[in-house]
């Protein structure tokens, strides 16, 4: 089992940034690909960006390319999103998810957390 907690979510203004923290817990932190999803309300998960064990493959949204950077540390057991440049369209929850192979779709992924909430005002 792995365990996901995330953190950093919170209101912010269009056009601000936001960190978000996912640690993770229970197995070999490094063995896993860690992925972002997010889901507004009435609408399905979304895949964000996600990032291979090493750190060097990341596959980003295209909605989020140029603004969203996702990174991980592995000796914290902790995979980061800074999301900069905000929109209200990326009103969300914020969900990071592991998985032994990295994949673009929720359906790939074993475990996930809680979710955390990003709020974005015009």
């Known amino acids: 089992q792995v365990q996901l907690v995330e953190s950093g979510g919170g209101l912010v203004q269009a056009g601000g940034s936001l960190r978000l923290s996912c640690a993770a817990s229970?197995?070999?932190?490094?063995?896993?690909?860690m992925g972002w999803f997010r889901q507004a309300p009435g609408k399905e998960r979304q895949f964000v960006v996600a990032?291979?064990?090493?750190?060097?493959?990341?596959h980003y949204a295209d909605s989020v390319k140029g603004r969203f950077t996702i990174s991980r540390d592995n000796a914290k057991n902790t995979v980061y999103l800074q999301m900069n440049s905000l929109k209200p369209e990326d009103t969300a929850l914020y969900y990071c998810?592991?998985?032994?192979?990295?994949?673009?779709?929720?359906?790939?992924?074993?475990?996930w957390g809680q979710g955390t909430q990003v709020t974005v005002s015009s």
């Open positions: 998810a592991a998985a032994e192979v990295l994949a673009t779709g929720p359906s790939g992924y074993d475990y």
């Open positions: 229970g197995r070999t932190f490094i063995n896993y690909a």
């Open positions: 990032i291979g064990g090493s750190g060097y493959n990341v």
